[in-house]
Nanobody, 121 residues
């Protein structure tokens, strides 16, 4: 079975920084795209950033220039460096990844359990 485990969330003051990590483990043959989503109270889950296996990245307009997604393919881990944090960045952050568990199996999307990020003074 495949697991995604996020870490790095917490409470930070406006203007501060956090670095989220998400490590995939288990029966993994190959990982394609890895993504970060977030969900604020009372709002829909939204895509924040993604990174393909060849390093192509894309960001939501609300975080461009402040957040940076990266990955370490050898460690099956995706990161997100979040700088200049704002109160509106407060949310539960989830990672997901498109993973093949075997050469003959198609990609499936797996989700982590989420990590809380709170930006407040």
């Amino acid at each position: 079975q495949v697991q995604l485990v996020e870490s790095g969330g917490g409470l930070v003051q406006p203007g501060g920084s956090l670095r989220l990590s998400c490590a995939a483990s288990g029966s993994i043959f190959n990982i394609n795209a890895m993504r970060w989503y977030r969900q604020a109270p009372g709002k829909q889950r939204e895509l924040v950033a993604f990174c393909t296996s060849d390093g192509t990245t894309n960001y939501a307009d609300s975080v461009k220039g402040r957040f940076t997604i990266s990955r370490d393919n050898a460690k099956n881990t995706v990161y997100m460096q979040m700088n200049s944090l704002k109160p509106e960045d407060t949310a539960v952050y989830y990672c997901n990844a498109d993973i093949r568990v075997h050469f003959f199996r198609p990609y499936s999307t797996f989700w982590g359990q989420g990590t809380q990020v709170t930006v407040s003074s």
